[in-house]
């Protein structure tokens, strides 16, 4: 293969297991589970709480290292201790952003603090970089001078995108981002996180449970059920064919509509009920 | 037959230093006895104050001024005096709030907070009565091993578990009325929806009232027998779920229906922050015969 291709996937997980020491306590978060991430696809992970998948997102980001096993980054092995340029590459989106933003600071200074930390741009070019990155996630600049405080819950999230989007990454790690937010909100920031994704050429890790937003945003779905990796496909096929039996009960618990989509999960419910 | 709790032309406004600041703009609707009905707006639409409003518990702050009628079960609310109405809260109406971890009190084990809710009804009854009594409701939510949860406290509990205790802890005093927010709304989807199934049936049963407020129109589809659409302190849609579902009639409903995520594809809808159509009359279906 030459050089850093298209056949080379941008993110690579191989045999990676994450054990917790405790005591005489010892939990197995993660067990053996390969995964690989495609440049500029979306991939979401799926799974109720405790199946491991923020252990996934925590070993992506560096916060923990796995027990045994690797991760790649364009093919490149991803040392235990991350140099700033390689931190960089990987950002994340935490679910609640009154928790995630300082309230101390105006929009304009967290968003300066990501680009003074990796030392992008000169002084004046860092100005014209906050503006400019509040308006790629559908903000006024002027909200530079505002404190979270002062925003609506889905503004602030787009704070969030926006703080991730001064480091230049290649992935973004997005943890729940929308489950906080109310229908509507949630339809424009994810329509926003689509755009952002196909115009930036970005890879996401997209942590959800809720199966309806992953059938409209994700090109991949992997399952995770108590650590272990049990169910991996393109989203299609996921809700055609769902395998695993936690899958359906996924989809099951989706809010609908319409009576369109009653039928669609009538037909996955019967298909459990064969089996 | 007269409805169970009866609101017209309820309007709601906060004085600030800018003057008054209107919030409900003169809603009306009513929940029939035995009626599952359903509140949807988004964030600042003014469903959860509506809520409030009935409870009573908005009128006791200064800053806020409410007009219009608020009945429930025959009696005019707003002209009960303080002390009646707060005998009514947590025994004939009685509500269930977003987060359960946060609703229930740290410091006591579940137990004795049923016991203090008991009390509400009974005030003489005993601490084991209470345990008794604790222990059925529990199993009413499918809650099998009512000993283990009634002497844990909240954070022992996972949030699907607080979330049932909370619903058997709203209804174990028979209300006529029970006011959801959003309940479960900071669960796991699946959680959520075994939630919701448990308290449709536990309702059913019981012959309560329910006022279901909501963001989410997919949540209260399977839920509700009657739904109100709310934008912006008006009421711009009602009418029974299954025609509001079939034919949305109001622009916003159909961009609140297009919000909600579909399992059969499509993307990302692309939705307005304003539309004039929005701000449109109000679009109400007919009764049918089960929901009049």
């Given at each position: 293969?030459?050089?850093?291709?298209?056949?080379?996937?941008?993110?690579?997980?191989?045999?990676?297991?994450?054990?917790?020491?405790?005591?005489?306590?010892?939990?197995?978060?993660?067990?053996?589970?390969?995964?690989?991430?495609?440049?500029?696809?979306?991939?979401?992970?799926?799974?109720?709480?405790?199946?491991?998948?923020?252990?996934?997102?925590?070993?992506?980001?560096?916060?923990?290292?796995?027990?045994?096993?690797?991760?790649?980054?364009?093919?490149?092995?991803?040392?235990?201790?991350?140099?700033?340029?390689?931190?960089?590459?990987?950002q994340l989106v935490q679910q609640n952003p009154l928790?995630?933003?300082?309230?101390?600071?105006?929009?304009?200074?967290?968003?300066?603090?990501?680009?003074?930390?990796?030392?992008?741009?000169?002084?004046?070019?860092?100005?014209?970089?906050?503006?400019?990155?509040?308006?790629?996630?559908?903000?006024?600049?002027d909200f530079a001078a505002r404190y979270p405080a002062?925003?609506?819950?889905?503004?602030?999230?787009?704070?969030?995108?926006?703080?991730?989007?001064?480091?230049?990454?290649?992935?973004?790690?997005?943890?729940?981002?929308?489950?906080?937010?109310?229908?509507?909100?949630?339809?424009?920031?994810?329509?926003?996180?689509?755009?952002?994704?196909?115009?930036?050429?970005?890879?996401?890790?997209?942590?959800?449970?809720?199966?309806?937003?992953?059938?409209?945003?994700?090109?991949?779905?992997?399952?995770?059920?108590?650590?272990?990796?049990?169910?991996?496909?393109?989203?299609?096929?996921?809700?055609?064919?769902?395998?695993?039996?936690?899958?359906?009960?996924?989809?099951?618990?989706?809010?609908?509509?319409?009576?369109?989509?009653?039928?669609?999960?009538?037909?996955?419910?019967?298909?459990?009920?064969?089996? | 037959?007269?409805?169970?709790?009866?609101?017209?032309?309820?309007?709601?406004?906060?004085?600030?230093?800018?003057?008054?600041?209107?919030?409900?703009?003169?809603?009306?609707?009513?929940?029939?006895?035995?009626?599952?009905?359903?509140?949807?707006?988004?964030?600042?639409?003014?469903?959860?104050?509506?809520?409030?409003?009935?409870?009573?518990?908005?009128?006791?702050?200064?800053?806020?001024?409410?007009?219009?009628?608020?009945?429930?079960?025959?009696?005019?609310?707003?002209?009960?005096?303080?002390?009646?109405?707060?005998?009514?809260?947590?025994?004939?109406?009685?509500?269930?709030?977003?987060?359960?971890?946060?609703?229930?009190?740290?410091?006591?084990?579940?137990?004795?907070?049923?016991?203090?809710?008991?009390?509400?009804?009974?005030?003489?009854?005993?601490?084991?009565?209470?345990?008794?009594?604790?222990?059925?409701?529990?199993?009413?939510?499918?809650?099998?091993?009512?000993?283990?949860?009634?002497?844990?406290?909240?954070?022992?509990?996972?949030?699907?578990?607080?979330?049932?205790?909370?619903?058997?802890?709203?209804?174990?005093?028979?209300?006529?009325?029970?006011?959801?927010?959003?309940?479960?709304?900071?669960?796991?989807?699946?959680?959520?929806?075994?939630?919701?199934?448990?308290?449709?049936?536990?309702?059913?049963?019981?012959?309560?009232?329910?006022?279901?407020?909501?963001?989410?129109?997919?949540?209260?589809?399977?839920?509700?027998?009657?739904?109100?659409?709310?934008?912006?302190?008006?009421?711009?849609?009602?009418?029974?779920?299954?025609?509001?579902?079939?034919?949305?009639?109001?622009?916003?409903?159909?961009?609140?229906?297009?919000?909600?995520?579909?399992?059969?594809?499509?993307?990302?809808?692309?939705?307005?922050?304003?539309?004039?159509?929005?701000?449109?009359?109000?679009?109400?279906?007919?009764?049918?015969?089960?929901?009049?």
């Open positions: 293969m030459s050089a850093v291709d298209q056949a080379t996937p941008v993110l690579d997980v191989r045999n990676v297991s994450k054990t917790f020491i405790s005591g005489e306590h010892r939990v197995k978060a993660l067990e053996s589970v390969s995964l690989k991430v495609m440049r500029g696809q979306c991939l979401a992970v799926v799974g109720e709480s405790g199946s491991g998948k923020s252990t996934l997102a925590n070993l992506l980001l560096g916060i923990h290292q796995p027990t045994t096993g690797d991760l790649y980054l364009d093919g490149n092995l991803l040392p235990g201790h991350r140099t700033l340029p390689l931190r960089r590459m990987i928790s995630s933003l300082n309230p101390r600071r105006t929009v304009g200074a967290s968003l300066r603090l990501a680009l003074d930390v990796h030392d992008i741009g000169d002084r004046q070019g860092r100005k014209e970089r906050v503006g400019a990155l509040l308006e790629e996630v559908g903000l006024p600049s002062a925003l609506s819950g889905g503004q602030r999230q787009r704070v969030a995108v926006a703080r991730a989007l001064a480091c230049e990454p290649e992935i973004v790690v997005l943890d729940e981002p929308t489950s906080a937010l109310d229908v509507l909100v949630q339809a424009r920031v994810l329509r926003m996180l689509d755009e952002l994704r196909r115009r930036r050429d970005l890879t996401y890790v997209f942590i959800t449970h809720d199966l309806g937003v992953v059938r409209n945003i994700a090109d991949r779905v992997a399952v995770f059920e108590k650590g272990k990796l049990v169910e991996e496909s393109d989203t299609e096929t996921i809700f055609i064919n769902p395998e695993n039996p936690y899958t359906r009960r996924l989809i099951s618990a989706i809010p609908i509509v319409s009576d369109e989509e009653e039928t669609l999960r009538r037909s996955l419910m019967e298909e459990t009920n064969d089996s | 037959m007269t409805a169970l709790l009866d609101i017209r032309d309820l309007t709601l406004s906060f004085r600030g230093f800018e003057g008054e600041n209107r919030v409900l703009h003169g809603i009306s609707l009513n929940v029939a006895r035995g009626e599952k009905v359903a509140l949807v707006g988004e964030s600042g639409s003014g469903k959860s104050v509506t809520a409030r409003i009935i409870l009573g518990l908005l009128q006791e702050q200064r800053s806020t001024r409410v007009s219009g009628a608020v009945e429930f079960d025959g009696r005019d609310l707003e002209a009960m005096p303080a002390k009646a109405r707060h005998r009514l809260r947590g025994t004939d109406i009685s509500m269930i709030f977003q987060d359960p971890t946060s609703s229930l009190n740290p410091v006591y084990p579940i137990d004795v907070q049923f016991h203090e809710v008991l009390k509400r009804r009974d005030p003489k009854i005993t601490r084991a009565a209470a345990r008794e009594r604790a222990s059925e409701a529990l199993r009413d939510v499918s809650i099998e091993d009512a000993k283990r949860v009634l002497d844990s406290y909240s954070f022992q509990l996972s949030g699907g578990m607080n979330q049932r205790v909370m619903i058997a802890m709203a209804l174990a005093n028979e209300p006529k009325l029970l006011i959801a927010d959003e309940p479960g709304t900071a669960l796991d989807v699946t959680v959520q929806a075994q939630t919701l199934h448990l308290m449709r049936d536990l309702v059913e049963r019981k012959h309560t009232s329910v006022l279901f407020i909501s963001h989410n129109l997919g949540v209260v589809r399977e839920f509700a027998d009657r739904v109100y659409v709310i934008y912006k302190g008006n009421i711009v849609e009602e009418g029974p779920t299954h025609a509001l579902f079939s034919d949305p009639g109001h622009a916003y409903t159909r961009a609140l229906m297009a919000a909600v995520p579909k399992i059969t594809g499509g993307g990302i809808p692309e939705i307005p922050d304003r539309s004039e159509s929005f701000s449109e009359p109000i679009v109400v279906h007919p009764a049918t015969e089960a929901s009049s």
